[in-house]
């Protein structure tokens, strides 16, 4: 990655919470240390952040500017519902009695609430749309990590890095995606990559839930390989094309 693109990421990194820490650069660039602080180093002294204590932070009259590249939620829950009903119907029905699993925020991954009730789950969520969604289960306990709240997608992001979240760890974690392409699952938004590589750490089985539109489009930055998805849920509008995509990865492809 040339030090141009690498500029551009951290910059766009900053914008959500105004910080970004040394920890998560790394996982967002996969640049050495030693690299990242010429990095820095260089946008400091262009005037474009600040350098501090455990990562860099955005220069204080730019600091009211924050905002979560992607489509807001509230747009993007109303594109392909009932595909995305489905998705979460099916991704409900991989879940066990009793066991601790990740949601990750996401249109998608909210459609499999509905049906979690009565299991007695732990569920970890950076979503407030999902926490709502499952406040009236009596039986789901419900944990959240610390950060900052995001009015446009109503997630909690924690930029100080791992220890701003639970010591938890679960079989399995559902996450939606912007795209996915043969390089990869992609985000919109450089900071949701750095949240969504620590729950990635923490699972044993990663499950992606997308709608077949998600497949039309390639851009964005990569969150991970498809060699770290174990298992792909989607719609049966999924070209044969991009299925074979999929299977090929070695990945188990559920279409409803």
């Not at 009259?61 to 595909?83: H, M, V």
């Not at 609430?113 to 789950?121: A, K, N, S, W």
């Amino acid at each position: 990655m040339h030090a141009a693109e690498r500029e551009r990421m951290i910059i766009e990194a900053l914008r959500p919470t105004g910080f970004i820490s040394y920890r998560d650069l790394e996982a967002l660039l996969d640049a050495s240390p030693a690299t990242i602080r010429r990095d820095l180093t260089r946008l400091e002294e262009d005037g474009k952040l600040v350098r501090v204590h455990g990562g860099a932070k955005q220069r204080e009259e730019e600091a009211d500017t924050r905002n979560l590249l992607g489509t807001p939620f509230d747009l993007n829950i109303t594109q392909n519902l009932s595909w995305k009903q489905a998705i979460g119907r099916a991704a409900a029905a991989l879940c066990r009695p009793g066991e601790g699993v990740m949601i990750d925020g996401g249109t998608t991954t909210l459609q499999m609430c509905p049906h979690l009730d009565g299991l007695g789950l732990q569920v970890l969520t950076n979503s407030l749309h999902i926490v709502n969604a499952l406040l009236g289960q009596a039986s789901t306990r419900i944990l959240v990590p610390s950060g900052a709240v995001f009015r446009e997608q109503n997630i909690i992001l924690a930029p100080a890095g791992e220890e701003s979240m639970p010591r938890f760890h679960a079989p399995r974690l559902f996450m939606g995606a912007a795209a996915v392409g043969p390089q990869g699952v992609m985000q919109a938004d450089p900071v949701l990559v750095a949240a969504e590589r620590r729950l990635i750490d923490r699972a044993e089985k990663v499950i992606l839930l997308v709608d077949s539109s998600k497949f039309r489009t390639e851009s964005g930055t990569i969150v991970c390989g498809l060699s770290e998805i174990d298992t792909l849920i989607t719609d049966g509008n999924i070209s044969d094309h991009s299925a074979a995509i999929i299977e090929d990865a070695g990945i188990e492809l559920i279409r409803c």
